[in-house]
């Protein structure tokens, strides 16, 4: 097998299929001759800055566990851009990163991921249905500090059937293992005839045990929805998620009477979740929920107009922070209802003031930095929410 450490260049400004496509000069022009070359461990696939596509770049090449096939940019200017296809980036290898490009306007997924061990980073994709998707099959994929903006494009939007649209998601994992970190999620709101609005940050349908740490979601419809009895197994820790959307959640999950569920092992560690917008409501779970269905630890939920908590049956809760209603059970061991005190909140502030009662009211989970990298504990006890109070020197 050979072992590549070859680099092979697109430019769609000035580079020609019938070149050779090894260096700056002799750049290919089309993302279909790309995809015509086998790549292999080492190789890189690097796309012109400042360049555009509009078509889809299917990518078969695998790398090695140790050798991964890279798709970048080089150059100077923006990032290159492929848009307009129906999934604009597919990824069917695997051991690929995928890395520094723009994707725009996709009708289906800006990025999908069908092989295994894919690594995503430093890409932006907005205006698709799904702006990353997981396939079901994949596995052990990585999704790291990627820009995923206004994916608001609905991929079913029927008046009849009742309760089929889907779309606006930020994420969709329907795979198992994926790490989804240090992503900005932001606008994954669109209008639906069966719901109103419809739309999230990061969406679970038949994904299992995976990851979603650390990550921003500014004005979702939803921070995440889980249906699908295949989903299972899936932590959610150290998130902010920051709504004014009307009718948002920020979470959803539900048990067994439940057309799409149950769904079994969700875990939300110190998320911090704050919805200003009207008709609101923070943890939904429903139709037999319970503690095999969810378990929250050391979390801030804030609704200013609606429910904080809403459930059908008792589940794992304990030492979360709640300000809003609570329908449906009582708070849990070392929980409480009350205002979180945040720093300054109309400035986007949600760090701890002295007075906050999330401050010591977590319990270890295993977690050493909070969202922005500060060490946890800094005390005696991990704080509630995904910032760790620092007192002033």
């Known amino acids: 097998m050979r072992i590549g450490r070859h680099t092979y ?3 769609s400004l000035a580079g020609n299929d019938t070149r050779s496509g090894r260096s700056p000069a002799e750049a290919w022009r089309s993302l279909a001759r790309a995809a015509r070359v086998r790549l292999h461990g080492d190789d890189r696939l690097l796309l012109r800055r400042g360049s555009s596509w509009q078509t889809e770049l ?12 890279v798709v970048g940019s080089y150059g100077d200017g ?3 851009l492929i848009h307009g296809g129906a999934t604009c980036v597919r990824i069917t290898g695997s051991f690929v990163r995928l890395t520094g490009i723009a994707v725009r ?3 289906w997924a800006g ?3 069908v092989g295994s061990f894919v690594r995503v980073d430093h890409v932006r994709v907005r205006g698709a249905a799904a702006g990353i998707e997981v396939t079901p099959g994949s596995r052990r994929d990585e999704i790291l500090h990627n820009e995923l903006i206004d994916n608001n494009r609905m991929a079913v939007l029927t008046r009849s059937p009742r309760d089929d649209d889907s779309g606006a998601f930020g994420i969709l994992l329907r795979g198992k293992g994926t790490l989804v970190a240090y992503n900005r999620i932001e606008g994954s709101d669109a209008f639906s005839y069966d719901y109103g609005r419809d739309g999230s940050a990061v969406e679970v349908y038949g994904g299992r045990d995976n990851t979603i740490v650390r990550n921003v979601a500014v004005d979702d419809h939803a921070f995440t929805e889980l249906g699908n009895p295949q989903s299972a ?3 959610y820790a150290y998130n902010l998620f920051v709504s004014k959307a009307a009718g948002a959640t920020f979470l959803v ?5 439940d057309s799409f569920g149950p769904v079994r092992g969700t875990r939300v560690y110190n998320t911090t979740a704050v919805l200003t917008g009207k008709d609101s409501k923070g943890v939904v779970c429903y139709d037999g929920c319970g503690p095999g269905i969810l378990r929250l630890r050391n979390d801030v939920v804030v609704v200013t107009a609606g429910d904080a908590l809403e459930a059908d049956a008792p589940f794992d809760e304990a030492h979360d922070v709640f300000s809003g209603g609570i329908a449906g059970v009582q708070v849990g061991p070392g929980s409480v209802v009350a205002e979180p005190r945040f720093r300054s909140p109309r400035n986007g502030n949600f760090r701890l003031l002295p007075s906050s009662p999330a401050i010591e009211r977590g319990v270890p989970l295993g977690f050493l930095r909070d969202l922005v990298g500060t060490r946890v504990p800094l005390d005696t006890a991990p704080d509630a929410g995904c910032f760790e109070y620092r007192r002033a020197r």
């Not at 299917?58 to 096939?69: I, Y």
């Open 253 to 257: 999950t539900r048990g067994a009477r």
């Open 105 to 107: 306007e996709c009708r």
């Open 111 to 113: 990025v999908s991921l």
């Open 233 to 235: 197994g899936n932590t």
């Open 78 to 80: 923006a990032p290159p």
């Open 58 to 69: 299917d990518l078969a090449s695998s790398g090695t566990a140790s050798r991964a096939v």
């Open 9 to 11: 260049y697109i430019d």
